[in-house]
């Protein structure tokens, strides 16, 4: 899906420019010629970023991102004519995640935001990957099967692993025997079948024995989980 960008500066003929090169790269573009225009801008439309000049008329560069930093986060380039270090810094300090010195160059530009969005978004529109998961001191490896503590590997059989990797990663939610076995060795569970129960004291025995401390807790007459 298209990224929105909202250009807020009071040179049209810069605003112009930028929105045109960003438009060539597939992205949406929206325009306002200082702060207040911007602030209605947002409350129309969806925004992703903001590119935005320091020196406008109304509502400055500076007010605006004080304004938005009240209660949004999103990536937010500050442009401007203004090349000194305290100049750079204000805008920083001020709530902005870059500063480009005016005149610059277009495709500076638009790597720049490019590196934003990307840091501001990837991990949040990317689907959790639950493939490896920290618990306390004990790192669980679900793609190499392995239970790591420090650089210590706890050298478990497939079974313990499949346990351990179920109840981690449904820490404080309780699994009873039955829902393990099916689990884990997907058969249909029996009631006199204590294989769950034995997996569970050995895979205990070896995790006390590597941490120093109970990882899997009993909950008695229910089942098992880990915290």
């Not at 605006?64 to 810094?89: G, H, N, W, Y």
């Not at 706890?154 to 699994?175: H, R």
């Amino acid at each position: 899906m298209s990224k929105h960008i909202l250009i807020v500066d009071d040179d049209h003929e810069i605003a112009h420019l930028v929105s045109i090169s960003l438009k060539n790269e597939g992205f949406t573009t929206m325009t306002a010629s200082n702060g207040l225009e911007a602030l209605k801008q947002m409350e129309k439309h969806h925004t992703d970023l903001i590119v935005l000049d320091v020196m406008m008329p109304e509502m400055n560069g500076l007010e605006f991102c004080q304004t938005v930093r009240q209660s949004q986060d999103l990536p937010i380039l500050m442009i401007s004519a203004k090349s000194e270090d305290m100049d750079k810094i204000t805008g920083i300090m001020t709530g902005a995640d870059d500063y480009l010195i005016k005149p610059f160059n277009t495709l500076e530009l638009i790597v720049r935001i490019k590196a934003l969005l990307r840091r501001a978004y990837y991990y949040r529109d990317t689907p959790k990957d639950n493939t490896l998961l920290e618990l306390g001191e004990l790192t669980i490896n679900k793609k190499k099967y392995q239970a790591i503590v420090g650089e210590l590997e706890i050298k478990l059989t497939s079974k313990e692993f499949e346990i351990l990797y179920l109840l981690a990663s449904n820490t404080g939610q309780v699994f009873d025997s039955e829902t393990i076995f099916q689990h884990v060795w997907k058969e249909k569970y029996y009631d006199s079948n204590n294989t769950v129960m034995v997996h569970i004291s050995n895979l205990r025995d070896k995790l006390e024995k590597a941490l120093g401390y109970k990882v899997i807790q009993t909950v008695w007459g229910v089942g098992y989980k880990v915290e």
